[in-house]
């Protein structure tokens, strides 16, 4: 079945970097865009970042400049490079892929920016 797990998330100052991965399996992993979504505390799930299977990418304009999403299809693998972090950044990242008219998720890794 369709699986999504996310890894790299931990606790950074502000202005500091991570990166975030995602493993997909189950799927033509190369076929599909792949996405980030983040859900901050008290907040909805918002959208994140996007990359398309020919290498389009798109971002929220809260991220642009600072992150970078990258995808390796040769190791089913999407990546999430986020720099000079802000306290706003704090959140659950989430793995998204659609694909069947279903949306599927990881279970999300923590990110958290504070002095």
């Known amino acids: 079945q369709v699986q999504l797990v996310e890894s790299g998330g931990g606790f950074v100052q502000p202005g500091g970097s991570l990166r975030l991965s995602c493993l997909g399996s189950g799927f033509t992993f190369s076929t599909y865009a792949m996405n980030w979504y983040r859900r901050p505390p008290g907040k909805e799930r918002e959208f994140v970042a996007s990359i398309r299977s020919g290498g389009d990418t798109n971002y929220v304009d809260a991220v642009k400049g600072r992150f970078t999403i990258s995808r390796d299809d040769g190791k089913y693998k999407m990546y999430l490079r986020m720099n000079n972090l802000k306290p706003e950044d704090t959140a659950v990242y989430y793995c998204?892929?659609?694909?069947?008219?279903?949306?599927?998720w990881g279970e999300g890794t923590a990110v958290t920016v504070s002095s």
């Open positions: 998204n892929v659609r694909l069947d008219w279903t949306d599927y």
